[in-house]
C-alpha cells in the first residue's frame, strides 16, 4: 500500500521579509505534480523574494519549504539542483563563452565530480535549444545575444537541467509576443504532460489565466490570496491587488482585463 502523497514544493507556515518589512505572513502552500502556478502582485509586493525562498537561495523569516517532503537545510546543493531549476530575473555572464557550453551547464547536476558531458548531454542540449527556436546558433558567443535569445537561451539551460520542480521568475522578459506564447505552451506541457511542478512569476493575469491552474496573488503586506485561476483571477480581486479598477472580458474559456 502507498504512503501519503508528498507534494514535489511545498511552503509551511512561511514568513518573508525584505528590508524589515513582513511580505508574506504564515504561507502554506503545495505545488503538486502536473501542476502550473502563477505568481503575480505589485512590484516590491515580494514575488522574487518569494520565488527565492521557494528555489531555498534565501532563508525564510520563519517557516520552511520543502522539496519532495525534505527541507532545503537537509539537502546539499546539488541534491536540491536535481530536483528543482531557478530561473532569476537577470542573466549575468561575466566571461566568454558559446550558447552550446552555457546550456551544457544545466547537466552539472547530473555529472560526477570528475565527469565530462557525454554525447547523450549534447543531444539534450540541442533538442532544447531548438524547443526554444535557438537551433543552429550553438557556437554563437553569449555576449553577441539580443536580450530575448539570452532569455530563451537561459530557459533552454532550465531545460537541460532537467528538475521535477520549475521556478520561473519573469519568464517572458524580453521575449516577443510569438515567443511568450511558445514558452507558456512549452511549460503547460511540461507540467501537464510530464508531471512537472511549475511556479511563474507573471505579469499579465490573462496569460496567467489562460495557462496556469491556479494562482497566488501577494499584497506586500504579508496578505495573500491563492486558489483555482478561475476563481482567483477576478476582476474584483485583481482590482485589489494592483489598486486600480480593472474590467473583465470573457471569450469562451479565456479571459482579458481592461483597465477602466
Not at 530561473?87 to 561575466?94: A, I, M, S, T
Request: aromatic fraction near 4%; glycine fraction near 10%.
Amino acid at each position: 500500500m502507498s504512503g501519503p502523497y508528498v507534494a514535489p514544493l511545498a511552503a509551511r507556515q512561511l514568513v518573508v521579509e525584505v528590508g524589515g518589512r513582513r511580505v508574506i505572513d504564515g504561507l502554506d502552500l503545495n505545488v503538486a505534480a502536473g501542476e502550473c502556478l502563477g505568481i503575480l502582485g505589485r512590484n516590491g509586493a515580494g514575488k522574487s523574494t518569494l520565488l527565492t525562498t521557494l528555489a531555498g537561495l534565501r532563508p525564510p523569516a520563519q517557516g520552511e519549504v520543502l522539496l519532495a517532503g525534505t527541507p532545503y537545510p537537509q539537502l546539499n546543493p546539488r541534491a536540491a539542483a536535481l530536483q528543482r531549476g531557478w530561473l532569476g530575473q537577470f542573466q549575468q555572464d561575466p566571461f566568454g563563452a558559446s550558447v552550446l557550453e552555457t546550456a551544457l551547464a544545466g547537466r552539472h547536476p547530473h555529472l560526477g565530480r570528475w565527469d565530462w558531458e557525454s554525447a547523450a548531454d549534447g543531444a539534450k542540449v540541442r533538442e532544447a535549444l531548438s524547443l526554444l527556436g535557438l537551433a543552429g546558433m550553438e557556437q554563437r558567443q553569449v555576449h553577441t545575444l539580443s536580450g530575448g535569445e539570452r532569455q530563451r537561451l537561459a530557459l533552454a539551460t532550465l531545460l537541460v537541467q532537467a528538475p521535477g520542480v520549475y521556478l520561473l521568475d519573469e519568464p517572458l522578459s524580453h521575449l516577443d509576443l510569438n515567443h511568450q506564447m511558445a514558452v507558456l505552451r512549452l511549460f503547460s506541457q511540461l507540467a501537464h504532460t510530464q508531471g512537472a511542478a511549475v511556479v511563474m512569476v507573471l505579469h499579465e493575469p490573462a496569460l496567467a489565466h489562460r495557462f496556469c491552474d491556479r494562482a497566488l496573488l501577494i499584497h506586500g503586506d504579508g496578505r495573500c490570496v491563492q486558489g483555482t485561476a478561475d476563481e482567483t483571477l477576478t476582476a474584483a480581486k485583481l482590482s485589489e491587488l494592483y489598486a486600480y479598477r480593472l474590467r473583465q472580458i470573457s471569450d469562451g474559456d479565456q479571459r482579458c482585463f481592461i483597465p477602466e
